[in-house]
């Protein structure tokens, strides 16, 4: 089980490698290739690389299934082989207290069945432990493959956020604040308070106050107290 989809990832990957460099010899020729022709060129390929990508990230999850069933087998078969490994050590320390007779065919026939049965297992352990080493091996490419592509995207994305800023600037919304500026610029000041009033009214909205500006007094006119004396 653990082979065939290995070999279905590793072949997916190949085919992303293949297509990746085929992009990038693709942009080393733009200069000198049909802009229609090289854009057809390059979504075909982009088509066929976001295919692969969506693949292995399906497959991805069918890895992390295997690899955790291997994990619980592993586990199984490290305990029996403890066990195992135990009855071995037992069975020579019980012959060595001459609780049994080293050379009673009995004896001999019940430890050699217990050191194959520890070789067996441990032999079923390593098998094990390799096929989840090459499992392993493949996430770690799926990973390296899903970030690259995720790395593309963002590097995408951060292309079209930088051309949005070298847009020109809407002059009509510039007018459109000139205008208000000039219009707000129009208003009348009142001199007693300093409220903002439109340019009709005559007194102050705020305060009452005239809003017309006094006429200078005449430099040569003369204030007279008609109460003074003679």
């Known amino acids: ?3 065939v989809l290995e070999e279905k990832i590793q072949e997916l990957l ?6 990746a460099d085929r992009l ?7 200069a000198e290739t049909n802009e229609r022709v090289y854009k057809r060129i390059r979504q075909d390929y982009q088509d066929q690389l976001d295919s692969i990508l969506s693949s292995i990230s399906a497959e991805r999850g069918t890895l ?13 078969k490290e305990k029996r082989y403890t066990e195992e490994s135990d009855k071995v050590d037992e069975l020579n320390l019980r012959a060595k207290l001459k609780e049994y007779d080293a050379n009673d065919g009995s004896f001999r026939s019940e430890l050699e069945d217990a050191r194959h049965s520890r070789a067996a297992t441990g032999s ?3 098998k094990l432990r390799s096929e ?5 091996k493949v996430l770690k490419d799926v990973d390296e493959a899903t970030s690259a592509r995720k790395s593309a995207s963002t590097a995408s994305s951060r292309a079209s956020v930088d051309d949005s800023l070298d847009e020109p600037i809407d ?3 510039d007018d459109e604040i000139g205008k208000k500026e000039s219009a707000g610029g129009s208003e009348t000041k009142c ?18 106050s005239s809003l017309d500006e006094e006429e200078p007094l005449d430099d040569d006119f003369d204030l007279v107290d008609d109460d003074l004396d003679l």
Do not use: W, Y
Request: aromatic share 2%.
């Open 1 to 3: 089980m653990a082979e």
């Open 14 to 19: 190949s085919s992303r490698t293949e297509l």
């Open 24 to 30: 990038g010899n693709l942009e080393k020729l733009k």
């Open 64 to 76: 992390e299934g295997k690899v955790s069933e291997l994990k619980r087998e592993i586990e199984q």
């Open 124 to 126: 079923e352990l390593e």
């Open 132 to 136: 989840l080493g090459d499992l392993n």
């Open 171 to 173: 002059l009509e919304l």
């Open 191 to 208: 001199p007693s308070c300093g409220h903002l009033n439109p340019p009709q009214k005559l007194f102050c909205e705020n305060c009452g």
